[in-house]
């Protein structure tokens, strides 16, 4: 690696810190300087007022703003993110609780989203214009306009409750695997466990399936674009003409070229995932973070809230770092910026 | 010399090609013909648009989608390539015995892959073993070096984006010498480059070839450059070729009332330029007969009806018009 | 021929963004005239315990909900708050993140950056997420569904404006106007939002689609519009516990989410289409 794009990746962490600082700000202002008052929101519905009072003083409510801020991000660094009301642990041990579950939903919708959405695009852009090329944009354009918990809710219907092939909901229908990492596939991969494995394929197909739905459109989308976009360039020209085998410019030269594209848009593509992931956990009766949020809504348990929230924001943050600086050693170019 | 005396190296000839787009067909070749003999430099000239790239494009057969070549043939060492099969053409002719350098150095190279790698592909996959032939660096290396780049030995590495448009350029000349072609076809070489870079180009490319016996197929509108570097040139207008003759005569002394007009807007010693009066044809609705005839001062019967046939003006000198001047 | 007339014949024939018009023209015109469409126009409010979870008949043409509530009007009422809440909140976001990102792209100092930083840390966290965040710490009702709705969608019109002013401040003229001694505000609205008008569009075409998928997943999870209120999402919502039985319950007002949003869709990409002038066409 060169120093340049050393020098580059060291210049983006410190574009992003004051970003990651700012969203620490704006949460720590939409949850203390607006409400009209903190202390009953995190106290909930069913608190006393004598136990508003109580928690006002113990988290500090009642002291001023600046002191307030300070006390916020001493209790951030330390990883206090105060009590949630529901389960009445710390938010932070729920969210690392719940945290493997959504975890590996959004890793294997990624994948599927990746490993079907980029050779659709590229299919559909070296067959420009021809039926298939029209229905795969059709499916792009339906994979945006769809409601995910709908379709979701199509799908269980469908698959799950007419034709009783995949499970109604929840991650796995067998005992658990042992726990090396919290990934289900992955754990019984790795302790040998069929059954786990088959259970938890099956479970997850679902949920995976739709929350790809809008990503895999997007990638498909911008793969096709992407690929059309570089089979009009010059230097695609000129490796015709000096006889390069077609083979090769496609899936060595246009392939690079056009997954440049693609991949500035993952970092989106997280984003859309996560967002997503609150809906479709709630359709499918999915243990993770967003299942955890949806609970936390109907509950009106705003500490948990808070904590999914500030969660969400830091990853969706160090996604976008990351993608950066793949990019970067993709595409050399980036560097010089 | 006398050309009669230098054997074909390339004959194409009733090339029609068309383009179908949006708003027409565009019929950029109107059975265009063309020779080039071996070693010799042949200058085709003529504004945009009048189908020299096109040419190009068709020579190779890398028409860009809705191209078609409808008739002709394009006879390359004997064989037709238009009836070669893709896959033969690709191993054995495009980028080994014809090669191209294009028109723009900043954008024929792929920006994400190194200079090495880019010229090392274009050696590789070709001849009947393909795969994996370990391509001896040394006489990239010494490539390079006749293309004046300095420290060659470093440079494969880098990118792109790390040379200048002159050094670009040279590395196109370079990677268009190294299969050791019989043809280059050099499609306006120097149009992207200053004026300075320009004048140092050509010489490299002159030299490089003079010394090989390679063909040069030098395509260009500027005047200038074609006088200064090719032996024979060939006068293309809406798809048609005009006239074909030695250099120095064609500019002493051209027959074609296009050759004659072009000639004159060039500007003269007191900074005159005259327009060539008329405007250039639509290629979807192309006039009839001598595509020219509609700004031509010498039209007259046939000329809006027949499209002339090739007859020798002079010794190696011809032209397509019914009513050649003088 | 004159542009409008130009751009116009351009559109009818693109059949995408036609198709995309006519819907939008339906779910306006639906919206404004529920009232009279509906065959049961009560029903917003009335319930009929005797016709509970009807399939889909002559009577009732999309079958009635839990409530024995005709599902069809209250489809048609529903399109009346996904507009409102809609046109409001894009409205709003336009407002807001247009004039900020023609100050952040005219001017090239310390404010410019200010601003797309901010502008950045809004889109660094999930619109989704921050929406229910901002709903939960304000109530869950439908104006702040709009509200939240609107500080989460403004960045993406302050980014666009910001990168088509940049483009155009370097544009010979505006230096020119600049050099006549035009002062900046008059600049910026005569000059250069014109020429930024079209992406505003597209923008807001698709904005409109976004939006609309947002409210409903809104609604859905309870955060918004509450129950009776029409809203699709939140049909969908009470639906859950009936299915597989009462399948038509679930399924139609998720058909009128995706037609409405494809429909801004189409519209927004046929509009791009039109309006962008880098798009190549013909050979070469």
């Known amino acids: 690696m060169s120093r340049k794009v050393l020098f580059y990746i060291v210049r983006r962490f410190l574009y992003f810190a004051p970003t990651i600082l700012a969203l620490l700000i704006l949460v720590f202002f939409i949850s203390r300087v607006i409400p009209a008052d903190p202390a009953a929101l995190v106290a909930g519905e069913m608190a006393t007022p004598q136990q508003i009072e109580t928690l006002r003083h113990y988290y500090g409510f009642d002291k001023p703003l600046h002191i307030q801020m300070v006390l916020y991000f001493q209790q951030l660094i330390q990883g206090d993110l105060g009590k949630s009301l529901y389960s009445g642990r710390k938010v932070i041990t729920d969210l690392f609780d719940r945290f493997p579950a959504t975890l590996e939903l959004t890793i294997v919708s990624m994948m599927i989203s990746i490993l079907v959405g980029i050779p659709l695009g590229i299919v559909a852009a070296l067959k420009r214009n021809s039926v298939l090329d029209h229905m795969l944009r059709g499916l792009t354009v339906s994979g945006l306009a769809i409601a995910s918990f709908w379709l979701g809710i199509m799908l269980q219907l469908s698959f799950g409750m007419w034709l009783g092939l995949t499970p109604l909901g929840a991650r796995i229908g067998v005992p658990e695997p042992k726990f090396v990492t919290g990934l289900f596939i992955l754990d019984s991969i790795l302790t040998l466990n069929g059954n786990a494995l088959l259970s938890a394929l099956k479970h997850i197909a679902l949920p995976a399936i739709t929350l790809a739905f809008p990503s895999f459109a997007t990638i498909m989308r911008f793969t096709r674009s992407g690929v059309l976009d570089v089979m009009q360039k010059d230097f695609i020209l000129y490796e015709r003409a000096m006889g390069l085998p077609p083979g090769l410019i496609v899936y060595k030269y246009l392939l690079r070229n056009a997954v440049i594209s693609t991949v500035t848009q993952i970092g989106l593509l997280f984003g859309l995932l996560l967002a997503g992931a609150v809906v479709i956990e709630t359709v499918f009766d999915w243990p993770g973070l967003g299942l955890y949020a949806y609970n936390s809504i109907v509950l009106s348990d705003y500490q948990a809230i808070l904590g999914v929230t500030l969660l969400a924001g830091i990853a969706y943050v160090a996604v976008n770092l990351i993608v950066d600086v793949v990019l970067t050693l993709i595409d050399p170019r980036k560097a010089e910026e | ?326 | 021929m004159s542009g409008l007339r130009l751009a116009w014949i351009k559109f009818s024939r693109d059949r995408l963004a036609f198709t995309g018009f006519l819907i939008i023209l339906c779910l306006i015109l639906t919206a404004l005239f529920a009232g009279v469409l509906a065959p049961y126009p009560e029903d917003t409010f009335k319930i009929r315990p005797a016709e509970r979870l009807k399939p889909p008949s002559l009577k009732h043409f999309l079958g009635t909900d839990s409530m024995g509530r005709d599902i069809f009007s209250r489809l048609l009422f529903g399109a009346r708050i996904t507009l409102i809440i809609s046109i409001i909140a894009v409205g709003a976001s336009l407002l807001i993140g247009v004039p900020l990102g023609l100050i952040a792209g005219y001017f090239e100092n310390w404010l410019s950056e200010l601003i797309m930083r901010i502008a950045d840390v809004f889109l660094s966290i999930p619109q989704i997420i921050l929406a229910i965040f901002l709903a939960q710490t304000l109530g869950p009702s439908i104006p702040n569904v709009i509200l939240a709705l609107s500080i989460t969608y403004w960045p993406w019109f302050t980014r666009i404006v910001f990168a088509e002013t940049r483009v155009l401040k370097n544009a010979v003229f505006i230096e020119a106007t600049e050099a006549l001694g035009t002062g900046p505000l008059q600049t910026i609205v005569l000059h250069v939002l014109p020429n930024v008008s079209s992406p505003i569009i597209v923008r807001s075409s698709i904005g409109m689609g976004y939006t609309i998928l947002t409210a409903a997943v809104l609604g859905f999870l309870g955060v918004g519009a509450q129950p009776p209120t029409p809203e699709w999402g939140v049909t969908i919502a009470e639906s859950r516990q009936y299915l597989p039985e009462a399948w038509w319950y679930a399924t139609f007002p998720g058909l009128a989410i995706f037609l409405v949003v494809l429909g801004f869709n189409m519209f927004g990409d046929g509009l791009r289409d039109i309006l962008d002038p880098r798009i190549r066409r013909g050979f070469e």
């Open chain 2, 1 to 326: 010399m006398d050309q009669n005396l230098k054997e074909a190296l390339l004959v194409v000839t009733k090339l029609i090609v068309q383009f179908h787009t949006d708003r027409g067909v565009v019929k950029a070749l109107d059975g265009a013909e063309l020779r080039v003999g071996k070693g010799e430099v042949v200058g085709l000239i003529g504004e945009s648009g009048c189908g020299k790239t096109t040419m190009a494009r068709s020579i190779l057969r890398v028409l860009p989608s809705g191209g078609r070549i409808i008739n002709g043939a394009v006879f390359f060492k004997g064989r037709d390539l238009l009836a070669m099969e893709e896959r033969d053409l690709n191993t054995s002719v495009r980028g080994k015995m014809i090669t191209l350098i294009p028109q723009d150095p900043f954008n024929s190279f792929n920006p994400v892959f190194s200079v090495g790698t880019q010229i090392k592909d274009i050696l590789k996959w070709k001849g009947e073993a393909k795969a994996n032939r370990g391509i001896d660096e040394t006489i990239i290396w010494d490539m390079l070096g006749q293309v004046q780049i300095p420290s060659p030995e470093g440079q494969l590495k880098k990118y792109p984006y790390q040379f200048s448009g002159g050094q670009r350029q040279r590395l196109m000349i370079a990677m268009a010498l190294l299969p050791s072609p019989d043809l280059v076809i050099a499609d306006e070489p120097t149009t992207a480059l200053d004026v300075t870079v320009e004048a140092q180009i050509l010489r490299l490319m002159t030299g490089l070839v003079r010394g090989r016996e390679i063909s040069v197929l030098f395509i260009t509108h500027d005047l200038g450059v074609a006088s200064e570097v090719c032996e024979r040139i060939v006068v293309m207008y809406a798809g048609q070729d005009m006239e074909d003759g030695p250099a120095e005569i064609l500019f002493s002394d051209p027959r074609h009332p296009y050759t004659i007009e072009l000639l004159e807007s060039l500007p003269n010693p007191e900074g005159k330029i005259r327009d060539i009066p008329g405007e250039v044809p639509s290629l979807i609705h192309p006039p009839e007969g001598c595509r020219f005839h509609p700004r031509c001062p010498s039209a007259r019967g046939s000329c809006s009806r027949q499209r002339p046939e090739r007859v020798e003006v002079a010794l190696g000198h011809w032209t397509r018009c019914f009513h050649p001047v003088r």
